[in-house]
């Protein structure tokens, strides 16, 4: 029997986003996207009061970050986790591969608000799709291209996006149950 990669990707993606983690954002409000749940958490902040060396951005809002990352490495808060959803998963692979704008960490500008953080995700989120729906086999054969790993196929990036986005998506999960019974 023949399996249809660009099928199973996909389907494995929906189920997670459309059956879990998409349902658990909704209702997200300004004051569970910026909580944090530790001292020292990263966060995504207004520019003047970054506590990292290197955050990230070009609006009024930057992302914690430093390189090398901290050993043991520091929480993130749900502003940081869907930063990171945004721009390292979703966005710089939708420009790289789909046609998508270019952006980055440092020149992205980040969302103020959680409404507008979820709509940017669903956004993004969407392009992703709708880019792998048009690989076929040999497109999903074919080398990624990704920094460290070009000769890899390209569904072997697919499964590493939907691994961060089940990844990333728990946790969020997680954060909004803390943030519930705190």
């Known amino acids: 029997m023949a399996v249809n990669w660009t099928t199973e990707l996909l389907d494995q993606l929906n189920w997670h986003w459309d059956r ?3 349902p658990r954002l909704d209702g997200l409000t300004d004051d569970e996207y910026f909580w944090e749940p530790v001292r020292g958490a990263w966060n995504l902040r207004p520019r003047g009061e970054a506590v990292t060396p290197m955050a990230a ?3 009024d809002y930057v992302l914690d970050y430093a390189f090398p990352e901290p050993r ?4 993130t808060t749900i502003a940081w986790r869907i930063g990171h959803l ?3 998963v979703f966005g710089m692979r939708n420009a790289s591969h789909f046609g998508g704008p270019a952006l980055d960490y440092p020149t992205y500008r980040y969302p103020e608000h959680a409404d507008e953080a979820l709509h940017q995700l669903d956004e ?3 392009a992703w799709r709708a880019g792998v729906a048009t690989l076929d086999e040999l497109g999903m054969a074919a080398p990624s ?3 460290g790993h070009e000769d890899a196929p390209m569904a072997t ?3 590493h996006i939907n691994r961060e986005v089940i990844h990333h998506g728990a946790e969020i999960a997680l954060l909004r149950d803390l943030y519930a019974w705190r």
């Open 57 to 59: 951005g070009s609006g």
């Open 86 to 88: 945004l721009v390292g």
């Open 124 to 126: 993004m989120q969407a």
């Open 157 to 159: 990036l697919v499964l």
């Open 20 to 22: 879990q983690l998409r």
């Open 145 to 147: 291209g990704e920094a």
């Open 72 to 75: 043991p490495a520091p929480v």
